[in-house]
């Protein structure tokens, strides 16, 4: 690692430590030319295939956005839209793979968006599955409605109920 100030060719870690749940490292770095000191990160690459079959980094601030704007006028917070990137990219890299599809990355946000805000949810599942007509959006609807009947904990019952007796008031 080039030092950053004086192009020195060599650098010394003086301290590194885990953040984001151990997703990556920061290393604090020293230059032992110019005596400056700077940070590296690392993270294990994981790379995104679009469907135009360009490759990209992931990158967790893009799912954000996408599910931000998903929420636009629901009462999500920004803490909660960054807990859920923190989700989706956790499970992403849980699968172990190195790449992804865009595809991959939009199913590992459907769940935690769904228990996050299903007005969301459906705004997001029918851009993501590509709805064409009502019907689609139906039946995302009635999906919704047999996972709440097959019987989903009871905690998100609960949760579930608050949400509607909320959006009547
Ligand atoms: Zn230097």
Redesign the pocket.
């Known amino acids: 690692m080039h030092?950053p100030?004086?192009r020195?060719s060599d650098s010394r870690v003086v301290d590194s430590r885990t953040a984001d749940d151990g997703t990556l490292i920061r290393r604090r770095r020293q230059?032992p030319?110019?005596s400056?000191r700077f940070t590296t990160v690392e993270t294990a690459s994981l790379m995104v295939i679009k469907r135009s079959g360009v490759t990209e980094p992931f990158s967790r601030d893009k799912v954000i956005a996408g599910v931000r704007k998903a929420c636009q006028g629901r009462p999500v917070t920004e803490d909660a839209l960054a807990l859920l990137g923190q989700r989706v990219e956790e499970a992403v890299r849980a699968t172990g793979s190195a790449e992804l599809s865009t595809h991959d990355v939009g199913l590992a946000i459907l769940g935690p968006l769904r228990e996050l805000d299903l007005v969301a949810y459906l705004r997001f599942a029918s851009v993501y599955r590509a709805f064409e007509s009502l019907e689609d959006f139906e039946s995302a609807v009635a999906e919704l409605r047999d996972g709440f009947a097959e019987g989903p904990p009871a905690q998100r019952r609960d949760d579930g109920a608050d949400q509607a007796s909320a959006d009547k008031t």
């Open positions: 030092c100030f004086c020195h230059c030319s110019c400056r």
